[in-house]
Nanobody, 119 residues
Framework: QVQLVESGGGLVQAGGSLRLSCAAS????????MGWFRQAPGKEREVVAR????????YYVDSVKGRFTISRDNAKNMVYLQMDSLKPEDTAVYYC????????????WGQGTQVTVSS
């Protein structure tokens, strides 16, 4: 099992920045990929960014490219999402997730952290 705990959400004005953190514990050695997802009210959950635990390969959804940066600290079992130039449409609950495979479903999820961007 892998446990994930997010932190760092909050209220910020448009154009501002936030950094989300995800602390992983448990069988972290089994993790292949970590991802950040978000779900806005009335919308489906979408992947925002992901990173491989070992090689640091990254992916970003088009809407956040150039504004968000995902990173990891293997020694601390932490994953971060630096969010700059925030827009009101970035408002959502953000979730950290992990999977043991390169592809496929994410098996482990955090509880989520609210990000609200005011205009």
């Amino acid at each position: 099992q892998v446990q994930l705990v997010e932190s760092g959400g909050g209220l910020v004005q448009a154009g501002g920045s936030l950094r989300l953190s995800c602390a992983a514990s448990g069988r972290t050695f089994s993790v292949n990929t970590m991802g950040w997802f978000r779900q806005a009210p009335g919308k489906e959950r979408e992947v925002v960014a992901r990173i491989t635990w070992s090689g640091g390969d990254t992916y970003y959804v088009d809407s956040v490219k150039g504004r968000f940066t995902i990173s990891r600290d293997n020694a601390k079992n932490m994953v971060y999402l630096q969010m700059d130039s925030l827009k009101p449409e970035d408002t959502a609950v953000y979730y950290c997730a992990a999977r043991r495979t390169t592809y496929g479903r994410y098996e482990y999820w955090g509880q989520g952290t609210q990000v609200t961007v005011s205009s």
